[in-house]
């Protein structure tokens, strides 16, 4: 979402004639995007933000800026810690961006607007895309579920989703610029709804389109994952067979106080008929340990749905409180060497299924999107599948952006490795 943002901001500045340099040395403007879904997130964002002011000692004339999530949840705090920042734009404030820049200044005012609003989605705005082969969009903002853990609906402000119509001629655009491939983003991407229709219409829609080869969506939300949106997957064979499936934690109680608003067996009953119904299909998924009240039998549950699920991958977390959440004022936090111990055996639990799920498509032959130079060698190209799994194949005659047909024959950790054939 935020690499979307970048982009999003990056296209209304070019429309003012702002050119992009990668020498950081040679901007006259500095943009930071943040996060503050983590606190590891803000941390880093602090860290850049102190060379940045190394840049702005030399150079007064640089300007400074905190977009995103912290510039929004954090404002007070940035305009104490950091005066050097000159611009502090929340995520609905993007639009007033060359106008507040336009403005002269003093070097000693700050440019601050973090209102969120309940209508913007930038429907008529289109990112200066950087990357040729997937691109990123967004199909709504904010969120109405307020988990008790997370910062979002409060940073990124109520649920609202863009047009059909605005998203499918984006689509189209993205075609026609070459891109193969797009993924649609939502911070709860199945609850979109615009005049009536919802997620799975739009994808059906957007499948119908000639000329995009994948599609994918990402996150789901497990409670809003009906009927109509699998069998539009399923049907659509367009529609890759990956999702990310977040589960967050196994334990009934823990979802309760997560404010989830699932079960576990629901959440594995849907992941069977995913299975059951998409051929090859991936599972991906997020879990956090050690929030607060989470017991040994509770991280039990947790480890009992990946074993039952058998994740293809996860994103594993650490609980850290957001200040402002619900959960933040539980009392009953679990030790750091507890969430630690617990997280570690998760990992291992997930490199455990990661190889066994990879190794499985050893002697298959899968379509892979070339995608650029592996990181090892130049001998040899990085690819992904359907599935979204890496694949890393030494180099024939093929271009990033061709989809080729690939031998698996080993799996490593998260990485494939094979043969072109035909
Ligand atoms: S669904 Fe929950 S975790 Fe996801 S963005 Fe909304 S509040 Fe945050």
Not at 108 to 116: K, M, P, W
Not at 218 to 237: I, K, M, W, Y
Not at 410 to 418: E, P, Y
Request: aromatic share 6%; charged share 30%; with cysteine.
């Amino acid at each position: 979402m935020n690499e979307y943002d970048s982009e999003l901001v990056a296209g209304l500045l070019e429309k003012q004639d702002y050119t992009r340099t990668e020498i950081v040395d040679e901007a006259q403007l500095i943009l930071v995007n943040t996060c503050s879904v983590r606190e590891n997130a803000e941390i880093k964002v602090h860290a850049r933000l102190s060379n940045l002011k190394v840049m702005k000692d030399r150079n007064p004339d640089v300007k400074i800026g905190v977009l995103g999530c912290m510039a929004q949840n954090l404002k007070e705090d940035l305009l104490k810690s950091k005066p050097f920042v000159d611009v502090i734009l929340g995520p609905d404030s993007y639009r007033k961006l060359p106008e507040l820049l336009s403005q002269p200044t003093d070097n000693s005012d700050h440019v601050v607007d973090t209102r969120l609003s309940r209508m913007e989605v930038y429907d008529d705005l289109f990112p200066a895309r950087r990357e040729g082969i997937n691109a990123w969009i967004s199909i709504m903002r904010g969120c109405d579920k307020f988990c008790t853990f997370c910062i979002v609906p409060f940073t990124r402000g109520r649920e609202r989703s863009r047009s059909i119509a605005s998203i499918v001629k984006e689509v189209k655009q993205i075609r026609d610029a070459g891109f193969m491939e797009v993924t649609l983003l939502g911070q709860n991407v199945n609850s979109f709804q615009h005049e009536g229709r919802r997620f799975h219409e739009l994808l059906a829609e957007v499948a119908s389109i000639d000329g995009i080869e994948r599609i994918r969506y990402t996150s789901p939300h497990p409670q809003d994952f009906d009927g109509d949106l699998l069998r539009v997957h399923a049907e659509n064979p367009k529609v890759c067979n990956h999702i990310h499936f977040p589960l967050q934690a196994g334990s009934d109680s823990i979802l309760e106080r997560m404010n989830r608003t699932y079960t576990k067996q629901h959440f594995l009953d849907l992941a069977r008929k995913m299975r059951e119904q998409i051929p090859g299909l991936a599972i991906s998924t997020d879990m956090i340990v050690g929030f607060p009240g989470e017991t040994e039998a509770d991280f039990q549950e947790t480890i009992d749905v990946m074993n039952q699920v058998k994740f293809d991958t996860a994103f594993t977390f650490k609980y850290s409180p957001r200040p402002g959440t619900k959960a933040a004022e539980y009392a009953d936090t679990v030790p750091e060497a507890e969430k630690q111990d617990r997280l570690e055996r998760m990992i291992m639990l997930q490199k455990e299924h990661t190889l066994l799920r990879n190794k499985a498509l050893i002697g298959t032959r899968v379509e892979v999107l070339v995608e650029k130079d592996s990181k090892k060698s130049e001998k040899q190209h990085q690819g992904r599948t359907r599935s979204n799994k890496i694949v890393i194949f030494n180099k024939a005659s093929e271009q990033p952006g061709e989809l080729i047909q690939v031998e698996i024959n080993d799996a490593q950790g998260i990485t494939l490795f094979g043969r072109i054939v035909d």
